[in-house]
């Protein structure tokens, strides 16, 4: 990195002042939930006047629900290099996947491959449908931080229907090799959903470049949006061969003629919608995302990248141990530190205003453009401080 990069990485953090709770707070976890912006607030309040001031016709209003509804698809369609009408609204991944899962045909390929490193949903929505007569396999990690290629390789058959796997781990923060994976995954004949919660928004990505056929994400972690929207992207070409059989009215073709009979899907991705979304959390994630798309993803993840390669630095140093990707080009703003105590140490860090979040055997910390080198020296210090406290307690 040339010092002009470094000066350029190590100044001010970027619209910190945007987040008030920065001004006490070193706050790492953005991979749960990102800090609260001021203009998301104010958009959560704006919502509430448009119901104040017209009731049910703030569907139609100027600035209005369905406007509102329709600008979300638009920057998320943005933010992964999709197009609008690829893009599915949904309250949660669980539920853009249960809609999704419902449109598969595993009569001939009953298989489902996922692993062991992937958030619970993707293996519990296949699991809980053993008994139907579909086969969930979890691929394990060698070494705790990855699942390599030629492990999804050697479980791949003509059985296999769908590959569900992250393109960045919640356990590690490691990012995998989509473009490889979409390669293998296509070549047996069956169809790769990517989770992208924990990518879309601080590792860049172009879901037709990668040649991803479906996508799920949301905008509660690094989109700064809040909790109750997510979304499902469905490329175009399998529109019509995906027919969910799990339905709402934002899901029929001619919703606002509240047709009854016959159900009549919708020919784009919006036929994987269900019933009236979370409004509040609609104009909540419009303005995170808007943060989101004035920084650039390209911009937020360099940021983020030397702002984890600097915490890393510091926290090897100090001897603690990390689990990570081997090559540093694929760990996100993710890192995982090896940490048996970490519920007792997460109290402890929150008592000193310092936020981090627990996962089995790890601390985990996550870093955004708003963090900056002073939070990591506070966290350092800290860490260090209840590791001595700990062995004095030995």
Same mark, same amino acid.
């Given at each position: 990195?040339?010092?002009?990069?470094?000066?350029?990485?190590?100044?001010?953090?970027?619209?910190?002042?945007?987040?008030?709770?920065?001004?006490?707070?070193?706050?790492?976890?953005? !991979?749960?939930?990102?800090?609260?912006? @001021?203009?998301?607030?104010?958009? $959560?309040?704006? *919502?509430?006047?448009?119901? /104040?001031?017209?009731?049910?016709?703030?569907?139609?209003?100027?600035?209005?629900?369905?406007?509102?509804?329709?600008?979300?698809?638009?920057?998320?369609?943005?933010?992964?290099? #999709?197009?609008?009408?690829? @893009?599915?609204?949904?309250?949660?991944?669980?539920?853009?996947?249960?809609?999704?899962?419902?449109?598969?045909?595993?009569?001939? &390929?009953?298989?489902?491959?996922?692993?062991?490193?992937?958030? +619970?949903?993707?293996?519990?929505?296949?699991?809980?449908?053993?008994?139907?007569?579909?086969?969930?396999?979890?691929?394990?990690? +060698?070494?705790?931080?990855?699942?390599?290629?030629?492990?999804?390789?050697?479980?791949?058959?003509?059985?296999?229907?769908?590959?569900?796997?992250?393109?960045? *781990?919640?356990?590690?923060?490691?990012?995998?090799? @989509?473009?490889?994976?979409?390669?293998?995954?296509?070549?047996?004949?069956?169809?790769?959903?990517?989770?992208?919660?924990?990518?879309?928004?601080?590792?860049?990505?172009?879901?037709?470049?990668?040649?991803?056929?479906?996508?799920?994400?949301?905008?509660?972690?690094?989109?700064?949006?809040?909790?109750?929207?997510?979304?499902? *992207?469905?490329?175009?070409?399998?529109?019509? &061969?995906?027919?969910?059989?799990?339905?709402?009215?934002?899901?029929?073709?001619?919703?606002?003629?509240?047709?009854?009979?016959?159900?009549?899907?919708?020919?784009?991705?919006?036929?994987?919608?269900?019933?009236? +979304?979370?409004?509040?959390?609609?104009?909540?994630?419009?303005?995170?995302?808007?943060?989101?798309?004035?920084?650039?993803? =390209?911009?937020?993840?360099?940021?983020?990248?030397?702002?984890?390669? &600097?915490?890393? =630095?510091?926290?090897?140093? #100090?001897?603690?141990?990390?689990?990570?990707?081997?090559?540093?080009?694929?760990?996100?703003?993710? $890192?995982?530190?090896? !940490?048996? /105590?970490?519920?007792?140490?997460?109290?402890?860090?929150?008592?000193?205003?310092?936020?981090?979040?627990?996962? +089995?055997?790890?601390?985990?910390?996550?870093?955004?453009?708003?963090?900056?080198?002073?939070?990591?020296? &506070?966290?350092?210090?800290?860490?260090?401080?209840?590791?001595?406290?700990?062995?004095?307690?030995?």
């Amino acid at each position: 990195m040339t010092p002009a990069a470094e000066s350029t990485h190590a100044g001010p953090a970027p619209l910190r002042g945007l987040f008030p709770q920065l001004r006490d707070q070193a706050y790492f976890n953005s !991979c749960s939930c990102g800090a609260q912006a @001021i203009p998301v607030r104010e958009a $959560v309040l704006h *919502y509430l006047d448009l119901w /104040q001031r017209y009731g049910g016709r703030a569907w139609y209003a100027d600035g209005g629900w369905l406007e509102a509804l329709e600008n979300a698809r638009f920057q998320i369609a943005d933010l992964i290099g #999709a197009k609008p009408h690829e @893009i599915a609204l949904a309250p949660n991944v669980s539920t853009a996947v249960t809609a999704l899962a419902s449109a598969i045909d595993y009569r001939s &390929r009953p298989r489902v491959l996922t692993t062991a490193l992937d958030f +619970p949903t993707l293996a519990h929505q296949w699991l809980a449908k053993q008994g139907m007569g579909v086969e969930c396999e979890i691929l394990r990690s +060698p070494d705790g931080a990855t699942v390599p290629g030629l492990a999804f390789a050697a479980g791949l058959d003509r059985r296999t229907a769908l590959v569900a796997t992250a393109r960045v *781990y919640f356990t590690t923060g490691a990012i995998q090799d @989509i473009a490889n994976l979409a390669s293998l995954v296509h070549e047996a004949g069956a169809l790769l959903l990517v989770d992208d919660y924990q990518g879309t928004g601080q590792v860049p990505i172009d879901v037709k470049a990668l040649d991803v056929d479906m996508l799920v994400g949301g905008t509660q972690k690094w989109l700064l949006g809040g909790p109750g929207l997510a979304f499902l *992207y469905v490329r175009e070409g399998l529109h019509e &061969r995906l027919s969910p059989s799990v339905a709402g009215w934002f899901g029929h073709r001619r919703q606002l003629d509240f047709v009854l009979a016959p159900w009549e899907p919708r020919l784009d991705a919006q036929r994987f919608e269900l019933g009236t +979304p979370a409004l509040p959390a609609v104009y909540a994630a419009n303005a995170g995302m808007r943060i989101v798309r004035e920084l650039g993803v =390209e911009s937020i993840g360099r940021r983020v990248g030397w702002l984890t390669a &600097r915490l890393v =630095e510091r926290l090897v140093a #100090a001897g603690f141990l990390i689990t990570q990707h081997i090559d540093p080009d694929r760990r996100s703003g993710i $890192v995982m530190l090896k !940490c048996e /105590q970490a519920s007792e140490w997460v109290l402890a860090l929150a008592r000193q205003q310092i936020i981090a979040d627990a996962r +089995p055997g790890h601390l985990r910390i996550a870093l955004h453009f708003y963090n900056e080198l002073e939070d990591i020296d &506070r966290l350092v210090g800290a860490l260090c401080w209840l590791r001595e406290k700990a062995s004095r307690v030995l």
